[in-house]
């Protein structure tokens, strides 16, 4: 499933108010990163990444290494160094998408 415009729309306003969780460094998306944006999705399902400027890859290309890496994860945004990431709750969703 991909979402749409208006969908990412609400998922940004939703997440502006968020702090990073989790922080891309210098080693760039390791294990331990996928990891912990793992433990932070069963607990929520917006998650707000942090990539320090010595990362190996841009912001963008690790939003997309660590959304191959988990099942189900799409890129809402990326801004600057910050990008943001969403999987919905396999069963229980609090977030309701707009059709």
Request: proline share 6%.
């Amino acid at each position: 499933m991909a979402l749409t415009s208006k969908q990412r729309a609400h998922l940004r306003g939703l997440a502006h108010t968020l702090k990073p969780l989790t922080h891309v460094g210098k080693e760039g998306v390791t294990d331990a990163v996928i990891q912990s944006v793992g433990q932070a999705f069963s607990k929520r399902e917006l998650v707000k990444i942090r990539v320090r400027e010595s990362a190996p890859a841009s912001p963008r290309e690790c939003a997309e290494l660590i959304a191959t890496a988990i099942e189900n994860v799409h890129v809402v945004q990326t801004v600057g160094y910050t990008t943001v990431l969403y999987r919905p709750h396999p069963e229980m969703s609090k977030i309701r998408l707009p059709g």
